[in-house]
């Protein structure tokens, strides 16, 4: 066992502790036409049932955080199995950048203007109900609008630097 004490060796001893963690990806797409991006979070989960209500926690060092804060609506779907690609290009893999990384997959746009995976295992339309500033990151709450549900299509996950599969 490895105890870390010293303050300038916890970002990086914390970085590399959290890689332990298995996450669940998910994708958050936010506004139109050249505007349009989105990341792959693995802090996507719910809030509330009453209201419906999501969590996320995005870098504000991100291209998309300007965004959620002047759009006030987004995406957040969950990936399954097959996503292991929308995920590549939605963490920037391979440089795409902006509504690139839209391309090679189906999408749909609801009534309020946002984008989703038209073959996301779930995916909700979100308003944003509040961003809540915590270190490098906010804390985005959405609330739930509209949501859409494609069963069995199995989950893509990340554990320990890479992409795992859970298939149903």
């Known amino acids: 066992m490895t105890l870390q004490t010293h303050p300038t060796a916890l970002p990086e001893a914390f970085k590399s502790a959290m890689r332990g963690l298995v996450g669940a990806c998910s994708l958050i797409t936010v506004g139109q036409g050249e505007a349009a991006n989105g990341l792959v979070v693995t802090t996507g989960i719910s809030l509330s049932a009453e209201p419906p209500m999501i969590l996320a926690c995005v870098n504000r060092a991100s291209s998309c955080w300007p965004l959620l804060q002047r759009e006030g609506v987004f995406g957040w779907q969950a990936l399954g199995a097959a996503h292991q690609p929308v995920a590549e290009r939605f963490s920037g893999k391979g440089g795409l ?14 009534d309020t203007g946002v984008r989703l995976l038209a073959d996301a295992p779930l995916a909700f339309a979100c308003a944003v109900d509040d961003m809540i ?3 490098t990151h906010s804390i985005l709450i959405g609330r739930v609008l509209q949501i859409t549900t494609q069963p069995h299509s199995g989950a893509l996950l990340y554990w320990d630097g890479q992409y795992r599969i859970l298939e149903n």
């Open 133 to 135: 500033d915590r270190g």
């Open 97 to 110: 950048q902006g509504p690139a990384r839209y391309a090679g997959a189906e999408w749909v746009t609801t």
